[in-house]
């Protein structure tokens, strides 16, 4: 039989947790789990293709057709 045991904590700069368990918690193996929220995702697509660009252009590939006929701002995010 498995149980389950929640508590809250803050991560530190160093990333090191220290946890003291209930008594009632027996000796021996178990699993941890470490659930987070994410402090920023990336929902635009445009954005993370024109990273994904500039990556790119940093490292000496040209770049520029994928920058060729697009008609304006809003098909950037639609054509590659």
Same mark, same amino acid.
């Given at each position: +039989?498995?149980?389950?045991? @929640? #508590?809250?904590? @803050?991560?530190?700069?160093? &990333? /090191? %947790? &220290?946890?003291?368990?209930?008594?009632?918690?027996?000796?021996? =193996?178990?699993? #941890?789990?470490? #659930?987070? !929220? %994410?402090?920023? +995702?990336?929902?635009?697509?445009?954005?993370?293709? =024109? @990273? $994904?660009?500039? =990556?790119?252009?940093?490292?000496?590939?040209?770049? /520029?057709? $994928? @920058? !060729?006929? *697009? =008609? /304006?701002?809003?098909? *950037?995010? $639609?054509?590659?």
């Amino acid at each position: +039989m498995q149980a389950y045991y @929640e #508590i809250e904590a @803050e991560i530190p700069s160093d &990333h /090191s %947790l &220290h946890l003291q368990l209930p008594d009632t918690i027996p000796t021996g =193996k178990a699993k #941890i789990a470490i #659930i987070y !929220e %994410l402090t920023q +995702m990336k929902t635009d697509a445009g954005l993370a293709l =024109k @990273e $994904f660009l500039n =990556k790119y252009q940093a490292s000496g590939i040209d770049t /520029s057709i $994928f @920058e !060729e006929n *697009r =008609k /304006s701002d809003a098909d *950037r995010d $639609f054509r590659l």
